[in-house]
């Protein structure tokens, strides 16, 4: 695919998509949905990659869905917002979900509506300290989405999770981090370097193990403690016939720092 909303590129084992409308503070558009979608599908399918780094061009990283998409004319019906939650937003939230690869978002600005339930979404969130959360889909009349509903509260409970989601108040990257809505809030001229390390440090760990420890945590929010224990079970078989696995406890005894090739 041609990419004209995004920039992806590949270095050390770290496939990274850059949204790129700055003008618009990267709102996204279908196509652009499309594109990221694409781009995690080529991150998955190249070899080599082994991490995912997600952020923004410009001063955003993104203010959601594109509105100049969706004025109405009075004389005009209103389109059917399920039907795009069908086709682009839910598909690339469940891509990010399944994606056997860790990823780090650094978060540079803005993140607001599905912009900052997009970054959310992501395994690790870094945030530049000027950047700001919004659940800016009140102050249009929406329902948050992108898997909002259902992260948020789970990640800083349920009554700060409301108070962001019906009052749409910009939260600073400090608070989130202090909340543990996000991993950590750094000077913003570190961002990149902090968030590219992070992505390079998890590009050169056991990638197996590392997937299964994402599926593990994820299906967590769903189940009780003995489906869990189960699955932690069945995880960790097929995390100890991993090389990764072995080349860590062979590492460990000969007192070397261990190099995982991913399998
Ligand atoms: O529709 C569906 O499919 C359903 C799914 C919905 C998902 C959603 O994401 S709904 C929520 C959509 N997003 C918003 O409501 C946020 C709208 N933007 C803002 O509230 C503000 O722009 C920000 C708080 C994010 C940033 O404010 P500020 O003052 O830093 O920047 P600005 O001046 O407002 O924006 C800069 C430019 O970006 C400006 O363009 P201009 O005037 O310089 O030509 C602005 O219009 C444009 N921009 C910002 N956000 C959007 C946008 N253009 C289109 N869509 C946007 N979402």
């Not at 300290?129 to 898997?147: E, K, N, T, W, Y």
């Not at 990764?244 to 406890?249: H, I, K, L, S, T």
Request: with cysteine.
């Amino acid at each position: 695919m041609t990419y004209q909303h995004i920039l992806y590129g590949t270095a050390d084992g770290v496939a990274t998509i850059t949204l790129n409308r700055p003008e618009k503070l990267n709102a996204l558009n279908e196509r652009m949905l499309d594109e990221i979608r694409a781009a995690l599908d080529a991150a998955k399918a190249e070899r080599e990659v082994r991490a995912v780094l997600l952020t923004g061009a410009g001063r955003g990283f993104s203010a959601g869905q594109d509105l100049s998409d969706r004025a109405v004319r009075p004389d005009e019906e209103a389109r059917d917002l399920g039907a795009t939650l069908d086709r682009a937003y839910n598909p690339l939230m469940r891509r990010l979900r399944d994606l056997e690869l860790p990823v780090v978002a650094a978060v540079n600005g803005v993140a607001a509506g599905a912009g900052c339930n997009l970054a959310l979404a992501a395994d690790i969130v870094v945030a530049a300290r000027s950047a700001v959360f919004i659940q800016a889909f009140c102050r249009i009349g929406l329902v948050p989405d992108c898997g909002g509903t259902y992260w948020l509260p789970r990640l800083v409970g349920a009554a700060r999770a409301r108070a962001l989601m019906l009052l749409g108040e910009p939260l600073s990257a400090q608070q989130a981090a202090e909340w543990g809505m996000i991993w950590r809030c750094v000077e913003d001229d570190r961002l990149m370097e902090e968030a590219t390390m992070l992505a390079r440090r998890l590009a050169e760990g056991p990638t197996r193990g590392l997937a299964l420890t994402k599926r593990a945590l994820i299906a967590a929010s769903d189940n009780g403690l003995d489906a869990q224990l189960d699955l932690e079970r069945d995880l960790q078989r097929e995390a100890g016939f991993t090389e990764d696995y072995r080349e860590g406890v062979a590492a460990f005894l000969e007192k070397r720092a261990p190099r995982f090739a991913g399998r």
